[in-house]
């Protein structure tokens, strides 16, 4: 079975602070993806990064940055000088290559920006 | 443009009463979800579909029906036998292979009246 666990429910900052996003999966499956969804008021899922299990290089992408470590399990999402308008539910999601195509979620954590 | 339209964005539900919440893909993709959120508790699976004509039962597919009788549409219907549907339901597709990112609609929000 799969299981993806995101600590952190709820994460309050300053516009500029930078923030980490935590996010630890469990699976038996020596292949899988891991992905993170950006969830924005509007409801809508907004796909932001998908990473395989065999390439632990760290992603760079503007103010996002991933961090994937298979020794620890994990898969942290950092934003670096967030704005108001990265204010969301950011969910971190597992498929593995015997799941029929079925993404398992973490339970979310919710980014607040203020001024 | 290409994507998914889910409706409507808003349903109520009276007791005893079966509700279908639309779901519409012009990506021509061969797979559908629905998912079911709580707050909370993240998104889960309710009922999948690979191919058409064909769908299985997610983890939570009590109280839910689906069909899947054209590529495009994968409707879900909540039942009177779904005793807590008070949720925001999400529907995805996928195209070709496992490893690439669902996409969503844009959600339904259900209430019971």
């Known amino acids: 079975a799969q299981k993806v666990t995101q600590a952190q429910t709820e994460i309050s900052v300053v516009e500029k602070e930078d923030v980490t996003l935590d996010c630890v999966y469990e699976?038996?499956?020596?292949?899988?993806?891991l992905f993170w969804y950006k969830q924005p008021p509007s409801g809508e899922l907004v796909f932001l990064i998908r990473?395989?299990?065999?390439?632990?290089q760290n992603e760079i992408s503007g103010r996002y940055s991933w961090n994937f470590q298979k020794s620890t399990s994990s898969f942290n999402f950092t934003i670096t000088a967030s704005q108001v308008v990265d204010s969301a539910v950011y969910f971190c999601?597992?498929?593995?290559?015997?799941?029929?195509?079925?993404?398992?979620f973490g339970t979310g954590t919710r980014l607040q920006v203020t001024l | 443009d290409g994507g998914i339209t889910q409706s409507p964005k808003y349903l109520f539900r009276k007791e005893g009463q079966n509700v279908t919440l639309s779901c519409e893909q012009n990506?021509?993709?061969?797979?559908m979800y629905w998912y079911r959120q709580d707050p909370g508790q993240g998104l889960r699976l309710i009922y999948y579909?690979?191919?058409?004509?064909?769908?299985q039962k997610g983890d939570i597919a009590e109280g839910y029906s689906v069909s899947r009788e054209k590529k495009e549409s994968f409707p879900l219907t909540v039942t009177s036998a779904q005793k807590n549907p008070t949720a925001f339901y999400l529907c995805?597709?996928?195209?070709?292979?496992?490893?690439?990112?669902?996409?969503f609609g844009d959600g339904t929000r259900l209430s019971i009246l």
């Open positions: 999601a597992l498929i593995a290559s015997g799941t029929a195509s079925k993404l398992t």
């Open positions: 699976t038996r499956d020596t292949t899988y993806y």
């Open positions: 990473r395989n299990s065999f390439d632990e």
């Open positions: 995805a597709s996928l195209g070709t292979g496992y490893n690439q990112p669902q996409h």
């Open positions: 579909s690979q191919i058409v004509n064909d769908f």
């Open positions: 990506l021509n993709h061969d797979a």
